[in-house]
């Protein structure tokens, strides 16, 4: 089983329009949650952190759902510039190995004009 | 140079080459990593070091050989590679490795192996 599921994709939508993905994750110790954005044939790039209490910044919301493992992420008025991959992930800290970060495969999102 | 660099930025090689990836990051952090990204899979991380300590080495075959001299520097030394490791390398660094600590990517280093 994957450690992280994110939906397929690919989502084309016009702009200002709301979009939402979602993940889930396997394993119930995961301690942190973020959302990473990934341009074509660039880095992966921090978006933003998602805290148990749900946290927003500017247009975008994340959420987590702890009991679901399920984590979300709302854009809303899509602008074309939010064009990209957008990655899920997940950190599991076990023991004396930190720093594991598991990915997603990502859901690439197109905003049209 | 600020952030996260990578040398080089492409890279094609036969099978019995031997060749060095190079990252280096300018942040003061303390944890580095290697990542693979291959076409239609997730990133996955191959190696972490934390102040220049080797703590997770996920599964990576032999021919996959890391270097970190310094919490500044991190290599990646290749020998008899395979076609199927054709991919994307990716290097990131953190303050220190786990919790919340925000990972920084590199630009990576594309790889051919022919």
């Known amino acids: 089983r994957k450690e992280v599921e994110q939906d397929p994709g690919p989502f084309n939508v016009p702009e200002g329009a709301t979009v939402a993905f979602n993940c889930t994750y396997s394993n119930s110790a995961s301690q942190s949650f973020f959302w990473y954005r990934q341009d074509c044939r660039k880095e992966p790039k921090l978006l933003m952190s998602?805290?148990?209490s749900g946290n927003e910044d500017g247009r975008f919301t994340a959420q987590l759902n702890r009991a679901s493992q399920y984590i979300s992420l709302l854009i809303r008025d899509s602008k074309l510039s939010d064009s990209a991959t957008y990655l899920c992930v997940v950190n599991l800290d076990r023991g004396s190995t930190l720093g594991r970060l598991y990915f997603g495969r990502g859901t690439q999102l197109t905003v049209w004009p | 140079e600020t952030g996260v660099t990578q040398t080089p930025r492409h890279l094609v090689m036969g099978m019995t080459n031997k060749k060095s990836l190079k990252c280096e990051q300018h942040?003061?952090?303390?944890?580095m990593y290697w990542y693979k990204q291959s076409a239609k899979k997730p990133l996955e991380l191959m190696f972490v070091?934390?102040?220049?300590?080797?703590?997770e080495n996920n599964s990576v075959p032999s021919r996959f050989s890391p270097e970190c001299p310094n919490s500044s520097h991190l290599f990646l030394h290749l020998h008899t590679l395979q076609p199927e490791d054709s991919a994307l390398y990716l290097c990131a660094s953190s303050q220190i490795a786990g919790g919340n600590n925000e990972q920084f990517f590199g630009p990576g280093t594309r790889l051919t192996v022919l």
């Open positions: 942040l003061g952090h303390n944890a």
């Open positions: 998602v805290y148990s």
């Open positions: 070091y934390n102040f220049k300590e080797q703590t």
